[in-house]
């Protein structure tokens, strides 16, 4: 099992920042993909960015040069700096560890956080 634990969230105006942070616990040692996620009131879930093995990294076109997602094995914990922040960046963010093989482990199951709210104001 694996828990995700979104923070970081709030109300910022446009061109602003904000550190998203995502503590994992749990059978974490093998996880070598992890993403986030962010969904808009009436909108489809969609994969904003995501790292893999080797430090591999992708991102949404829309997001390209003003987000970075990282990554501190120490701390279990996944960042996304979102920078030069957007109206249309408000959405709930959610933090996913994708199912499927990690290291040679297979996870069953999507594991997603509860989410933490980004609302960019105009």
């Known amino acids: 099992q694996v828990q995700l634990v979104e923070s970081g969230g709030g109300l910022v105006q446009a061109g602003g920042s904000l550190r998203l942070s995502c503590a994992a616990s749990?059978?974490?040692?093998?996880?070598?993909?992890i993403g986030w996620y962010r969904q808009a009131p009436g909108k489809q879930r969609e994969l904003v960015a995501a790292?893999?093995?080797?430090?591999?990294?992708n991102y949404l076109d829309s997001v390209k040069g003003r987000f970075t997602i990282s990554r501190d094995n120490a701390k279990n914990t996944v960042y996304l700096q979102m920078n030069s922040l957007k109206p249309e960046d408000t959405a709930v963010y959610y933090c996913?560890?994708?199912?499927?093989?990690?290291?040679?482990?297979?996870?069953?199951?999507?594991?997603w956080g509860q989410g933490t709210q980004v609302t960019v104001s105009s």
């Open positions: 996913n560890v994708p199912k499927g093989y990690h290291s040679g482990v297979y996870y069953p199951n999507d594991y």
């Open positions: 749990g059978s974490t040692l093998r996880i070598n993909a």
């Open positions: 790292t893999s093995s080797g430090g591999r990294t």
